[in-house]
């Protein structure tokens, strides 16, 4: 495999992402700038609001601080793009955990929220990791969505090379919001043996570990792999979650967890104003029912916000899911 390395900020290249997938961008200069703040993030957004090129151009400057560095490398044949951030006070003989770190639809590996700010907090919290975020597709949802259609092995790839640059420990810290959740719980219930914890937050669809599928808006999905043939049910479920009904979904929607995947500890979360929340809930319990580890919490959030009003009115707990999801990993990586 080809690696290109680079350690320079590429705001152009960044700029060019941005503009690519405005609509999932819904963030004004006061976010922004809050960025810059001590313990600051920009917002989760819905597709609606455009930026300004002044306001992407700052925002890109905004978020290198703490994912610096910009790797790519070529996998099936197209180069990929994945963003690093190392603790302070590097050690390079040290091992550190992979924090590894999923963004949601339209988005990449260096959006404020959760990537940007998860490298923030796990920095500030003292998280003896190296923060790894990947820009997985926007051109085919599922392959993110659903880890075994294409994004789980461009992610191993990535933290094969890794592992001959950096001492990572054997397991990694997998979290993701939005679609990032519908991969990392997932990835995490079929290749237990590569995690240590997992925090899936705010997840449009889920797989339980006996192979049940929930979906936003309807709940759980009897005789998923019929439903999801029958490209006419694509009325019943959101316009963002309509692309879910090709044969090569229903194939693996159902698909049970391995062997020794409840080793592995959950933490939950998702809005109480998300209209994903009750089939978190379902989720959840049935982890319960399983007999996983598991926590959960519901900050008092909407899915996204698509203006500053909302953003301050919902700041801090939006907050909670990157303070949360970091004292569980602290917790996690201490204990072991």
Not at 172 to 183: A, K
Not at 207 to 217: A, I, K, Y
Not at 253 to 276: K, N
């Amino acid at each position: 495999m080809q690696r290109i390395i680079s350690h320079t900020v590429r705001i152009p290249e960044i700029m060019t992402h941005v503009r690519r997938h405005r609509g999932a961008w819904a963030i004004v200069i006061g976010a922004i700038a809050i960025l810059a703040t001590s313990r600051g993030l920009a917002y989760p957004a819905p597709e609606t609001t455009e930026l300004s090129p002044q306001q992407i151009e700052q925002l890109a400057r905004e978020t290198t601080k703490y994912l610096p560095l910009r790797r790519t490398i070529t996998f099936v044949g197209s180069q990929r793009e994945y963003f690093l951030g190392l603790p302070p006070n590097f050690d390079p003989t040290k091992s550190y955990w992979a924090l590894v770190v999923v963004h949601g639809g339209g988005q990449h590996g260096r959006i404020p929220f959760p990537n940007t700010g998860m490298a923030r907090f796990a920095a500030e919290f003292g998280l003896d990791a190296i923060t790894i975020s990947p820009s997985f597709s926007n051109d085919d949802n599922n392959a993110s969505r659903f880890p075994s259609l294409g994004e789980g092995e461009f992610l191993d790839e990535v933290l094969m090379q890794l592992r001959k640059e950096y001492a990572l420990r054997p397991k990694i810290l997998l979290t993701g919001y939005s679609r990032g959740g519908q991969f990392a719980h997932r990835y995490a219930l079929t290749h237990p043996e590569r995690m240590a914890a997992v925090a899936p937050l705010a997840s449009g669809t889920w797989t339980t570990p006996d192979g049940r599928f929930l979906v936003e808006g309807i709940g759980e999905v009897r005789n998923a792999r019929a439903f999801l043939a029958d490209s006419t049910n694509g009325s019943k479920v959101s316009d963002n979650l309509r692309d879910l009904f090709q044969p090569r979904v229903a194939a693996v929607a159902e698909t049970r967890a391995a062997a020794r995947a409840r080793e592995v500890p959950y933490l939950i979360m998702c809005g109480t104003l998300d209209p994903r929340l009750p089939i978190a809930e379902e989720f959840v319990r049935s982890l319960q029912s399983l007999g996983y580890r598991v926590s959960a919490e519901w900050p008092r959030t909407p899915h996204g916000c698509d203006d500053g009003a909302c953003w301050q009115q919902h700041r801090s707990e939006f907050e909670k899911y990157l303070r949360r999801t970091v004292e569980f990993f602290r917790d996690v990586a201490q204990g072991q």
